[in-house]
């Protein structure tokens, strides 16, 4: 399944109304660690149909980073029926963001 990007205007459709559990990489395009934590989150995007994988860019949806109180990058979080049940700063391995769902 492709990487949804995620704004103000389709948060609520795709994120806190969605069927499935929604993993958010919350990145930015000067991010070192972001571009390298990049590949990997879309990697698991194409491998599992049973999750949303979504991208916030954290300069573009100021209004998002700052509901979701982003105060580091990358910052992946999980959420399930609209609430959120994980969360991860900073790059981590692909193991470790399949443990967070």
Known sequence: MAVIEITRDNY????LQ??????ID????WCG?????SPVVDEIA????DIKVCKVNVDQNEYLAMEFRV??????????DGV???????????DEILGLL
């Not at 194409?46 to 149909?49: N, T």
């Not at 105060?71 to 399930?80: D, E, F, G, N, Y």
């Open 46 to 49: 194409d491998e599992r149909e």
């Open 71 to 80: 105060m580091s990058i990358p910052m992946l979080v999980v959420m399930k």
């Open 12 to 15: 609520e459709a795709e994120v």
């Open 26 to 29: 919350f990145w930015a395009a």
């Open 18 to 23: 969605s069927d499935k559990p929604v993993l």
């Open 84 to 94: 959120e049940t994980n969360r991860s700063i900073g790059v981590i391995t692909k």
């Open 33 to 37: 660690p972001c571009q390298m934590l």
